[in-house]
């Protein structure tokens, strides 16, 4: 007669005179031991000899959960499978199981650490949005409503972090399942587009009179003198932020007039294997020198006071601020981003040098095979568009002489 849930309520914890074996079906049976503690068992032969393996005790295994585990190692043992030696896998497994935090610092450290620019930024995040409420769990028992029900979280609040995490954590379980330290991807059919993120091409430019109020917060004399000259280099080259932060003093060369930027800090690095060189005018060669008197004797350009390089994302704070002061100054405006910038300058000197050498001043590569055959670095065209593109900012922000801030000093 098969095992029923009444028949264990009456056992357990019931003292027996001996040793009572039950059996139920597909291999199951229950041994109550003489104090009443009920163990669920999987009986088989193997090999032609009989064996047993337990499965779990009543009542925190129900019956249900022992029958269906007994249904398990039946299917094993006819896949030739040894239920005792599959039983002590599956527990090493556990035993071994890679965390969600493990697998993605373990991926950060092998594909992108210092290969990807915002390398510490994508890092940051995990650290922030991921790691304090699921980095401890077992990773392929996290399946996918936690992980949306988080990153969903994250949209709410900040849209583009929410899709890096996204991002980037579909890209960690790729690599996890490629190594066979994981076997699930439960991100793997959700866009950023299944959660509400979509992405825009930024259209943020800066206005003259924007320009203007900027340049009288950040020529101040209380404002930050570092983090005016963050911002003005920006905006004179163009660069893209990471360029600017990872900058070391021996990038620049005063006596050739040049900035180079090494292929580990821009984007496009990675793949071309190339710097990208600038050249330095005059206005801009007082801005580095002034940041080099500010650096605390660092190898880097712009450090925080222990002499350390300023984080990536460092900047965001002081660009928030300026954002909250100039709101105050324009009806319906829109915050920007230091990015932003880039496109600022962009637009600014489109209508001062050739297409071609503008996008070689913001570092992007030449279209089609004009890319094969022109490997010519168009510096001094560069140099004359940076130029005109400067003294273009100081007619814009300083309409009339003023002595006391020209836009190359702060």
Same mark, same amino acid.
């Given at each position: ?9 009456? $056992? ?11 059996? &139920?079906?597909?291999?199951?049976? !229950?041994?109550? =031991?003489?104090?009443?503690? $009920? ?25 249900? &959960? ?18 005792? !030696? ?16 493990? %697998? ?12 990807? !620019? ?35 979280? $994250? %949209? ?40 509400? $993120? ?105 450090? %925080? ?13 002081? %660009? ?7 709101? /105050?100054?324009?009806?319906?405006? =829109?915050?920007?981003?230091? /990015? ?6 962009? =637009? ?44 273009? !900012? ?17």
């Amino acid at each position: 007669m098969a095992v029923s849930d009444s028949w264990l309520r009456a $056992v357990n914890g019931k003292p027996q005179a001996k040793m009572v074996t039950k059996s &139920d079906r597909e291999g199951l049976s !229950v041994r109550v =031991t003489p104090k009443g503690k $009920v163990i669920f068992q999987y009986r088989y032969r193997w090999q032609g000899k009989g064996d047993r393996i337990d499965i779990g005790t009543y009542p925190a295994i129900s019956l249900k &959960d022992a029958r269906d585990s007994a249904l398990f190692y039946r299917r094993e043992l006819e896949q030739h499978r040894n239920p005792k !030696v599959v039983k002590r896998t599956r527990k090493q497994q556990s035993v071994d199981a890679h965390t969600v935090e493990s %697998v993605i610092r373990d991926w950060w450290e092998k594909t992108l650490k210092n290969v990807q !620019v915002n390398a510490i930024a994508i890092r940051r995040s995990f650290e922030i949005y991921v790691f304090p409420k699921i980095g401890n769990l077992p990773h392929d028992e996290t399946h996918l409503h936690v992980w949306l029900s988080l990153i969903e979280e $994250v %949209v709410k609040a900040k849209p583009a972090i929410g899709a890096r995490i996204l991002l980037y954590a579909k890209t960690a379980h790729r690599w996890g399942i490629r190594r066979g330290i994981i076997s699930l991807n439960p991100l793997i059919d959700v866009t950023a587009q299944d959660l509400g $993120v979509i992405k825009h091409q930024g259209e943020r430019v800066l206005s003259n009179n924007e320009l203007r109020v900027l340049f009288a917060l950040i020529d101040a004399p209380n404002y930050n003198p570092r983090n005016a000259l963050i911002i003005k280099l920006a905006l004179l080259f163009g660069c893209r932020i990471g360029e600017l932060l990872k900058a070391k003093i021996t990038d620049f060369d005063f006596t050739k007039g040049i900035w180079t930027v090494p292929p580990e800090n821009h984007k496009t690095g990675r793949k071309s294997k190339k710097p990208i060189i600038r050249p330095i005018i005059p206005a801009a060669e007082e801005l580095i020198k002034t940041a080099k008197k500010l650096s605390y004797g660092s190898y880097y350009l712009f450090t %925080v006071s222990e002499g350390k390089a300023l984080c990536m994302g460092g900047h965001l704070s002081f %660009v928030n601020g300026l954002n909250k002061k100039m709101a /105050h100054k324009f009806e319906n405006y =829109t915050h920007w981003s230091i /990015h932003d910038l880039r496109k600022t300058m962009r =637009t600014g000197v489109a209508e001062l040098t050739q297409p071609h050498v503008a996008e070689i001043m913001l570092g992007h590569k030449l279209p089609g095979v004009w890319q094969v055959y022109d490997k010519h670095t168009y510096l001094e065209e560069q140099r004359e568009a940076y130029e005109r593109w400067w003294t273009k !900012v100081n007619q814009i922000v300083y309409p009339f002489p003023n002595p006391e801030y020209p836009a190359g000093q702060n």
